[in-house]
């Protein structure tokens, strides 16, 4: 159905455009019809019309400056422009407001009907996109939670974190590379600052967590992530420049919290509690989120701030904090080159500042080398002994130069290092080592990936992973090659059957066996056999 608007201060040309619709598209059109500029816009704003045809010489607003009216509350009306006068300055204005046609009266049939077609084939077009837009909503409205919520699981758990987060990132349009963790929880109601049946409150508000996101988004521009439990965690991108007034945006932050959760409880039948972290760099998500969390134990109200609680540790003004922290990354991830680099500068910032109390620093060596050796075994999965450390405070005690203590340190720092490095390589290479025995004595049989994967204790996906970067092919093209290499030995060294050799390399089907063959070895199992002779 076509609602076509008729402009013209002239009944007969109104009649007449009338009868040619009526006749050509029957029943596919709604018409209606005004005489003066006026009485076309009141109309346009209530029968909002897909198609018009507007006379430009009418009493009053004339027809140019009723379609610049009427294109400001009808944005998609295809407007047809009819007059007496063959003006040229009327034509080109017209044709800026995009009209699709400039007619001339007489009006003709022929011409009308042709313009009418293509402007309803370009409604039809309009229509369709709309219709398009609308799904591709409805299914973003879907898409989007799922995938807010794997970049809060990215952020906090570090999992493949770089380039994880980065995808998440491009998909949901985040610019800023900080932000602060929000914790919601629920329950029926608060006690001694703690809320009451969380589980009962969870299971009832689950069926309201589409509202509650709704809600959230209202008051915060952020990433929320899916329920767990009676919590939900949100994230909310920062812009580092924001730190400046930092202590006016957590003022800010906190009063849109507390009206956010007057409106939830106003709009859920459950009671709420906001816990807010601090901003920081994205990678550091998990340090906010842990922040949000133990925000409640220090106070009774429904929303809490961590920098408003004595919780966390603050440094002195110079504190080389970030030098501390790309210190123990490196320790983690292995990295000798960058944890040794940090612990010089780190040891370079002590010596700079507090030369003069050498036994404070030596304190500091020690505790740094025992934090990291901490890392180490967390890290690299080696053997703890509690006596391994039996002469480090003599040792560090007796060292009489800060040149001495930095060796000492830094040698310190390589070692652990170098053992997290040894000890993920001993444990992969000792893990692809047993899967290879395993393939190798039983690649007879229909073996599977998650039948190695078991055998060697670990996920199909980490073997998987795992095994293609230690043996330089993925698992099934090793299975594959063992398997050619002993048809090959089979097709040479005994007179046995196509079918013996097939079932004996671990198929079941000769044609396959044949065709994989080929595919690997270039020759089928008979040409090889009669080209080795």
């Known amino acids: 159905m076509y609602k076509i608007m008729l402009a013209d201060d002239e009944g007969i040309v109104i009649d007449a455009l009338t009868f040619i619709i009526e006749k050509n598209f029957g029943e596919n059109c709604v018409i209606e019809s005004a005489k003066t500029g006026r009485s076309v816009i009141e109309l346009a704003e209530r029968f909002r019309p897909d198609i018009a045809f507007m006379d430009i010489q009418m009493p009053g607003i004339n027809g140019i400056e009723a379609m610049k009216e009427i294109r400001k509350s009808c944005y998609n009306t295809i407007f047809i422009v009819i007059s007496a006068y063959d003006k040229f300055g009327y034509a ?25 077609q293509r402007a309803m084939g370009q409604v039809d077009r309009e229509r369709e996109k709309r219709s398009n837009d609308l799904m591709i909503r409805e299914k973003l409205e879907t898409v989007v939670p799922i995938i807010e919520s794997g970049l809060i699981y990215s952020a906090l758990f570090q999992e493949n974190y770089a380039e994880e987060t980065e995808n998440y990132k491009r998909l949901l349009g985040i610019q800023e590379d900080y932000g602060y963790m929000m914790v919601i929880k629920c329950g029926d109601g608060q006690e001694n600052g703690k809320l009451t049946n969380v589980v ?6 689950q069926s309201s967590y589409c509202e509650i996101r709704e809600i959230i988004k209202e008051y915060f521009d952020g990433i929320v992530g899916s329920m767990m439990a009676n919590m939900i965690i949100v994230f909310v991108p920062q812009a580092k420049a924001e730190f400046d007034d930092e202590y006016e945006k957590r003022i800010e932050v906190i009063e849109s919290a507390r009206k956010m959760v007057r409106k939830l409880k106003s709009r859920i039948d459950a009671g709420f509690r906001v816990g807010i972290g601090s901003v920081k760099p994205l990678k550091e998500a998990g340090i906010s989120y842990t922040e949000a969390l133990n925000s409640f134990r220090c106070t009774n109200g429904s929303v809490a701030h961590v920098k408003d609680l004595p919780l966390g540790c603050d440094y002195e003004d110079n504190y080389p904090i970030e030098t501390e922290k790309k210190l123990f990354a490196g320790v983690e991830a292995g990295n000798m080159e960058e944890a040794v680099a940090q612990a010089s500068r780190f040891f370079g910032w002590m010596i700079d500042t507090y030369a003069e109390n050498m036994m404070d620093i030596k304190l500091k060596v020690l505790e740094f080398v025992l934090w990291a050796e901490r890392i180490g075994y967390e890290s690299g999965g080696m053997v703890y002994h509690f006596r391994s ?25 390589q070692n652990v290092c170098r053992n997290v490095v040894k000890k993920k390589e001993e444990t992969s290479t000792n893990i692809i080592v047993k899967a290879k025995e395993y393939i190798n004595s039983h690649y007879r049989k229909d073996i ?3 039948e190695v994967s078991r055998e060697v204790n670990i996920s199909p996906y980490y073997f998987s992973k795992l095994f293609k970067e230690e043996a330089g092919q993925n698992f099934i ?15 040479l060294q005994t007179d046995k059957s196509m079918k013996e050799i097939c079932s004996e390399v671990g198929y079941a089907d000769p044609n396959y066996f044949s065709r994989s063959f080929k595919k690997n070895v270039g020759v089928t199992p008979t040409e090889y056999k009669e080209k080795r002779g």
């Open 477 to 491: 093209e090793y299975v594959t090659g063992i398997r050619m290499e002993r048809a090959k030995e089979l097709l």
């Open 448 to 450: 599977s990936l998650d």
């Open 389 to 413: 450390r039996q002469d480090y405070l003599k040792t560090i005690t007796e060292l009489k130069n800060y040149e001495e203590l930095r060796s000492w340190f830094l040698t310190k720092i």
């Open 92 to 116: 080109q204005e017209a044709i800026g407001l995009g009209v699709l046609a400039y007619i001339n009266k007489p009006i003709e049939k022929g011409v009308i009907v042709d313009v009418l």
């Open 200 to 205: 009962g409150a969870s299971v009832r508000v």
